[in-house]
């Protein structure tokens, strides 16, 4: 199974960008790199996805390498509302369906 | 739209009972999953479904577990018996397609004592 890492913790100043890095030294050619976030007491939730290109939403930007084995989740100008737990996961090809993958994501601290 | 609703949001039940948990998708969403998370083995698969057939339950960790998905508009998690190492939140998600983003619910927190 490929598999990413990520930091365990990172710390930013609110209303200042930030940028979560992700390896996925592993992947293959159908992989699609998911970003989710995950605030205290709530499940899951989408960011973003791509699979060569870099993707932008109105949450956030996805930078994907030109080798994809690594991805940059950004969060252009970060609120004390985008303190979560962040996963950088990939969504793989088994058996003819699409599976996320999910590792121990990054918590992203934001001081005010 | 409102999301994907599981309902109860909190149980607590005494081990050896019955225990279902249930999950209203997103309409038009044609694929459903079944979660797990703690904090020892963080988010696990437990299940999924495909237009409403189940495609992959490996992660389901025994028989006392199972799932059903009569229509495309609900599913039920079922455990019995229950024991406290279930424990647990269990979230529901739904996806459009195959490669898109998945859509969870708010979960249920499992407590078995």
């Known amino acids: 199974d490929a598999k990413t890492t990520q930091p365990n913790s990172m710390e930013s100043n609110e209303e200042e960008p930030v940028h979560l890095p992700c390896n996925h030294s592993?992947?293959?050619?159908?992989?699609?790199i998911h970003w989710y976030r995950q605030l205290p007491s709530q499940g899951p939730e989408y960011v973003i996805h791509?699979?060569?290109?870099?993707v932008n939403n109105r949450m956030a930007s996805l930078a994907i390498a030109e080798d994809r084995k690594s991805s940059t989740l950004i969060l252009h100008r970060a609120t004390l509302r985008d303190a979560a737990v962040y996963y950088c996961?990939?969504?793989?090809?088994?058996?003819?369906?699409?599976?996320?993958?999910w590792g121990a994501g990054t918590k992203l601290i934001i001081k005010p | 739209d409102a999301g994907v609703i599981q309902s109860p949001r909190h149980e607590v039940t005494e081990m050896g009972q019955e225990v279902t948990l249930r999950c209203k998708p997103i309409?038009?969403?044609?694929?459903l999953f079944w979660y797990r998370q703690t904090m020892m083995r963080g988010l696990e698969l437990l299940i999924y479904?495909?237009?409403?057939?189940?495609?992959?339950d490996s992660g389901m960790p025994e028989d006392r577990f199972s799932a059903k998905m009569p229509n495309a508009s609900f599913s039920t998690l079922k455990i019995q018996p229950s024991e406290p190492r279930d424990s647990a939140v269990y979230f529901c998600?739904?996806?459009?397609?195959?490669?898109?983003?998945?859509?969870f619910g708010s979960g249920t927190r499992l407590t078995v004592v």
């Open positions: 998600a739904s996806s459009p397609d195959r490669v898109g983003g998945y859509t």
């Open positions: 309409s038009g969403h044609n694929s």
């Open positions: 479904f495909n237009n409403n057939v189940p495609i992959d």
């Open positions: 592993t992947i293959s050619g159908t992989d699609y």
């Open positions: 791509g699979l060569t290109s870099n």
């Open positions: 996961i990939l969504r793989e090809l088994r058996d003819s369906n699409y599976q996320l993958i």
